[in-house]
Nanobody, 125 residues
Framework: QVQLVESGGELVHPGGSLRLSCAAS????????MGWYRQVPGEQLDLVAT???????NVADSVKGRVTISRDNVKDTVYLQMGDLKPDDTAVYYC???????????????????WGQGTQVTVSS
């Protein structure tokens, strides 16, 4: 089993920056790709960014240029750095992990094998 624990969500002013962290524990050797989803209440889950164990990244067009995903394989932690935040970025952000070695595109129909509990990001003045 793998456990994912997110941190870093908070209230941020528009134009601000934020870094989310997700620490993985347990059988982390099983993980290939890690990523971040977000969900606004009442709306669908959107995959925001992914990163493979080899460091190949993929970012959704909707946030490209404002969001960077990175990964520390020694610490088993993945990060989501977000800049120039907008009210539309307000959502619960979920860390996710896939065991499969298939390439995870954005969007994807391949559901993650593991999920974090989510961290709230609120962008408001």
């Amino acid at each position: 089993q793998v456990q994912l624990v997110e941190s870093g969500g908070e209230l941020v002013h528009p134009g601000g920056s934020l870094r989310l962290s997700c620490a993985a524990s347990g059988s982390t050797f099983r993980i290939n790709t890690m990523g971040w989803y977000r969900q606004v209440p009442g709306e669908q889950l959107d995959l925001v960014a992914t990163i493979t164990s080899g460091g190949i990244t993929n970012v959704a067009d909707s946030v490209k240029g404002r969001v960077t995903i990175s990964r520390d394989n020694v610490k088993d932690t993945v990060y989501l750095q977000m800049g120039d935040l907008k009210p539309d970025d307000t959502a619960v952000y979920y860390c996710s992990a896939w065991i499969v070695t298939a390439s995870i595109t954005i969007p994807t129909t391949i559901l993650p094998d593991y999920w974090g509990q989510g961290t709230q990001v609120t962008v408001s003045s």
